[in-house]
């Protein structure tokens, strides 16, 4: 048994779980990330954060599902990582660099007049297109608006991996998609090797995409920074947009861009703490 200090958070209402581990890791984290994410038994959430010390960056984000798989990256809480070190004092910079399992990623904090963190960009680094290294079970160059067959339906789909794999669809209803029955579908095809999130989107105008996504080991989310930067990318390869808008997700909007001379996309959204509290498991 162990008795885990916690604050809960959210990005846009991509609820996660954050413990300070700068002085020591928590045991079972596969575990422990699965009781805590529990909303009926735990504290429920989307799955667990764990900042830790790293040699390579400020910081060290390491995350687990809700399933207790491990996670590489995710947009929103790595924008409330930010906030957290900044106003816990655990750091007095405004620009952090962050390591994860997809490289070291930089957070540009803005601050209000009580030196708060209201909201953070970060450069979540270039899109990779190859499906080998998403990974797609597909030996071409790339996988840009693909007809594949899901669930006994044809989809276009485009593959991006953000540091995790993508796979973004665009429909014309997105709201009334049974996310339930096609997200596990498309999660598990023998098309996507280490599973997949998928996004279906739509384009409204030429600054606005509304996207639903369903997470890999979490099911469908309020919110996927690295899914809202997929969409982005996919939509922007697909000629339906030019490189930025802004992504209406289910829980609030993100605004993405991508520097095409660069190859950097950029999100830049809001961080907020929920709750603290304590947790025996």
């Known amino acids: 048994m162990q ?18 581990c700068l002085d020591g890791m928590i045991d079972n984290v596969n575990e422990a990330a699965r009781i805590i994410s529990d909303r009926h038994f ?4 989307d799955g667990l954060v764990l900042i830790c010390p790293s040699d390579k960056a ?17 947009g929103n809480a790595s924008r409330c990582v930010g906030k957290y070190v900044h106003d816990k004092g655990l ?9 994860t399992l997809a490289g070291i990623k930089t957070l540009e904090l803005t601050l209000d007049d ?22 797609i079970a597909d030996e071409s160059k790339d996988f840009i608006d693909r007809e594949i067959e899901v669930d006994g339906k044809k989809w276009r ?3 991006v991996s953000m ?6 669809t665009f429909i014309d209803d997105v709201d009334g998609l049974d996310i339930e ?11 996507f090797p280490r599973r997949v999130n998928t996004e279906f989107a739509c384009v409204r105008g030429d600054k606005t995409i509304r996207m639903r996504v369903w997470e890999r080991g979490a099911g469908e989310t309020l919110a996927c920074g690295t899914g809202a930067c997929a969409t982005l990318v996919a939509a922007a390869l697909c000629g339906l947009v030019e490189n930025e808008a802004d992504l209406e997700l289910t829980g609030g909007t993100l605004h993405i861009e991508w520097d095409r001379e660069s190859n950097n996309v950029y999100m830049t959204g809001p961080a907020e703490f929920v709750f603290e509290g304590e947790i025996t498991v």
């Open 91 to 99: 750091t007095d910079k405004t620009v952090i660099t962050l390591e």
């Open 181 to 191: 029955k096609i997200g596990p579908r498309f999660e598990n095809d023998p098309l």
């Open 114 to 135: 009580k030196g708060e963190t209201t909201a953070v960009r970060v450069n979540m680094g270039a899109p990779e297109l190859d499906p080998a290294k998403i990974p």
């Open 3 to 20: 008795t885990i200090q916690f604050t809960k958070m959210q990005g846009a209402g991509n609820d996660y779980v954050y413990v300070n």
């Open 42 to 45: 735990g504290v429920g959430s």
């Open 58 to 74: 400020d910081f060290r984000m390491d995350m687990y599902n809700s399933d207790g798989s491990q996670a590489e990256m995710c």
């Open 163 to 168: 540091g995790n794999p993508h796979a973004v």
């Open 157 to 159: 789909v485009t593959g």
